[in-house]
């Protein structure tokens, strides 16, 4: 069964900066798409930026600029870079991966304060 565990969340001040990772153990031959989602208190689950195995990225408008999604697949690793965040970015991040189906992490909290 594959897991996927998140990490780099926390708190920080405005126009400050996070690294999310995310990293798959179990067997998977192939992962297709890796992506970050994250959904704000009250609000649904959206998409913030996706990565293909071919390294083809698609972002959020609201992020565009800002954040930069990344992987390593030698280490089934996701990463998400996130610069100059805003206290709209507050949100629980969840990274999925498809290899065939689709897994999703436990989620990390990320908190801007202004």
């Known amino acids: 069964q594959v897991q996927l565990v998140e990490s780099g969340g926390g708190l920080v001040q405005a126009g400050g900066s996070l690294r999310l990772s995310c990293i798959a153990s179990?067997?998977?031959?192939?992962?297709?798409?890796m992506g970050w989602y994250r959904q704000a208190p009250g609000k649904q689950r959206e998409p913030v930026a996706t990565?293909?195995?071919?390294?083809?990225?698609n972002y959020a408008d609201s992020v565009k600029g800002r954040f930069t999604i990344s992987r390593d697949n030698a280490k089934n690793t996701v990463y998400l870079q996130m610069n100059s965040l805003k206290p709209e970015d507050t949100a629980v991040y969840y990274c999925?991966?498809?290899?065939?189906?689709?897994?999703w992490g436990q989620g990390t909290q990320v908190t801007v304060s202004s």
């Open positions: 999925n991966m498809i290899y065939g189906y689709s897994s």
């Open positions: 179990g067997s998977i031959l192939s992962i297709r798409l």
């Open positions: 990565i293909t195995s071919g390294g083809t990225t």
